[in-house]
């Protein structure tokens, strides 16, 4: 016969089990449900931003004075030309009337057609899309790439104290390409690389070599602003005790640096990063310009100057778009990373 008391520990060892079992699954259910409300949340703020940017992108371009559809037709178009064309493009319709049916043509996913090639908006963005989010990608890639072993090796210099005049010329050179404009800079790198060296092409998009200087335009000041921000960060977590502790296990300098102190500043850095890119997608509408590259900044320009409404509005809402959904990516992998971030949130 069993001996009671074995009996009575093995049913409470069970009982002990499955109460764990238990709140476990409940840990689990209530971080999913967390990370489905802050889904949730985000994806209404994500609608009401878009519904404000079609709305401000619609009315803006229409306060814009001027008549489109004469501007595109010329002084020389008769008036029944242009009274045709317009009709056409249902522009003699009330205001309201023509908002409604943008946002009915915008759900079905249509743009409406350009004023001047008559071609359909959507048809005139799939063409020029993959230069500008090809240009923003390149430039992201290069400025985190650049920014990780820059800052980290800053911030080592800087706690350390042994280098001290690296360390300022580091932050020096720092400082100046945050400082110094885009436009100057893609003027610089023009006239030392293209007109001085001949070693690239001054404009063109299509080639490897004809993607270097656009790419180092925009992502050099995003790179030494990254930079700054994992230094600081770096800095702070060297400081932390448990650092201390994970010194004192002797390990290799790149083991310490990409085991302990690395994960720690990923939320920080991510969250810059998020911003970085956003702003790398909008500033890809001046970069564009300068390098003569066919994206959707170029055509942008283009369209304000012949007051092309509907190519204009597209190029808003496709670079909003952009912009809110690298925002939201960057939330939820943050979530993944760290779930309180759901909870401060808010």
């Known amino acids: 016969m069993a001996d009671p008391s074995l009996i009575t520990a093995e049913v409470q060892g069970t009982a002990t089990a499955a109460l764990a079992v238990r709140a476990e699954g409940r840990r689990q259910s209530r971080g999913l449900s967390l990370r489905s409300a802050f889904l949730l949340r985000r994806l209404g703020r994500l609608a009401v ?51 409604l049916d943008y946002v009915a043509g915008l759900l079905r996913g249509d743009f409406g057609v ?74 610089g790198l023009i006239a030392l690389f293209a007109v001085q060296l001949g070693w690239l092409p001054a404009a063109g998009w299509g080639s490897f070599d004809q993607a270097i200087l656009p790419v180092l335009t925009l992502s050099l000041g995003p790179m030494a602003y990254l930079a700054r921000i994992v230094q600081v960060e770096m800095i702070a977590v060297l400081e932390m005790t448990y650092m201390t502790t994970a010194r004192s296990k002797r390990l290799p300098a790149h ?12 939320t920080a850095s991510l969250t810059v990063g ?5 702003g790398l997608t909008a500033g890809t509408v001046l970069i564009e310009t300068v390098f003569a590259i066919p994206g ?30 690298v925002n939201l990516i960057v939330d939820l992998i943050l979530v993944t990373i760290d779930p309180r971030s759901s909870i401060t949130e808010g």
């Open 274 to 278: 998020g911003l970085v890119l956003s």
């Open 49 to 99: 931003s878009l519904a404000v940017v079609v709305l401000a992108s619609f009315f803006l371009v229409h306060l814009v004075p001027g008549d489109p559809v004469r501007a595109v037709l010329g002084p020389e178009a008769s008036a029944e030309l242009v009274a045709a064309t317009r009709a056409n493009l249902g522009l003699d319709k009330p205001i309201l009337q023509q908002f």
């Open 255 to 266: 083991l310490f640096y990409l085991r302990h102190a690395l994960p720690n500043i990923v």
């Open 114 to 187: 350009s004023i001047r090639t008559q071609r359909p908006v959507a048809e005139i963005v799939a063409q020029r899309f993959p230069a500008t989010i090809t240009l923003g990608i390149w430039a992201f890639v290069v400025a985190v790439v650049g920014a990780l072993p820059i800052g980290i090796a800053a911030a080592v210099s800087s706690r350390t104290g042994r280098h001290r005049t690296r360390d300022i010329g580091l932050s020096s050179f720092l400082g100046i390409l945050i400082a110094i404009p885009n436009f100057l800079l893609a003027v």
């Open 296 to 325: 959707m900044g170029t055509t942008m320009v283009s369209a304000v100057s012949a007051k092309d409404f509907p190519v204009v509005q597209a190029a808003v809402i496709v670079y909003a778009l952009i912009v809110l959904g």
